[in-house]
């Protein structure tokens, strides 16, 4: 079980870090993916961080605005979020499996989701 956790609603142009917290188990041997689902649109990839943080990749939409991290000894990962745009609107899930690597990743579990609205 994964959980995320910090959206909200923020301006255009502002910040927001999401965590993707696992419960039972460690996340430390795992690639963690992020994915978004906006109202209408089907999910799409955010991003990935391999188990040991020495690789990510992110969406063309998010790059260079997005960083994924993660801190093992907390068993978290990290999204954050800045320069936002109202198309950033959308629920973001952290999702893991039973692979270390992002290249042949397979999102095995899911969170639930996180609200993030970008809107004045």
């Known amino acids: 079980q994964v959980e995320e956790s910090g959206g909200g609603l923020v301006q255009p142009g502002g910040s927001l870090r999401l965590s993707c917290v696992a419960s039972?188990?460690?996340?430390?041997?795992?690639?963690i993916g992020w994915f978004r689902q906006a109202p209408g649109k089907e999910r799409e990839g955010v991003g990935c961080?391999?188990?040991?943080?020495?690789?990510?990749n992110y969406a063309d939409s998010v790059k260079g605005r997005f960083t994924i991290s993660r801190d093992n000894a907390k068993n978290t990962v990290y999204l954050s979020m800045n320069s936002l745009k109202p198309e950033d609107t959308a629920v973001y899930f952290c999702?893991?499996?039973?692979?270390?690597?992002?290249?042949?990743?397979?999102?095995?579990?899911w969170g639930q989701g996180t609200q993030v609205t970008v809107s004045s």
């Open positions: 999702a893991g499996g039973s692979s270390r690597w992002c290249r042949d990743a397979r999102y095995e579990y």
């Open positions: 039972g188990f460690t996340l430390d041997h795992v690639a």
């Open positions: 961080i391999n188990y040991d943080s020495t690789y990510t």
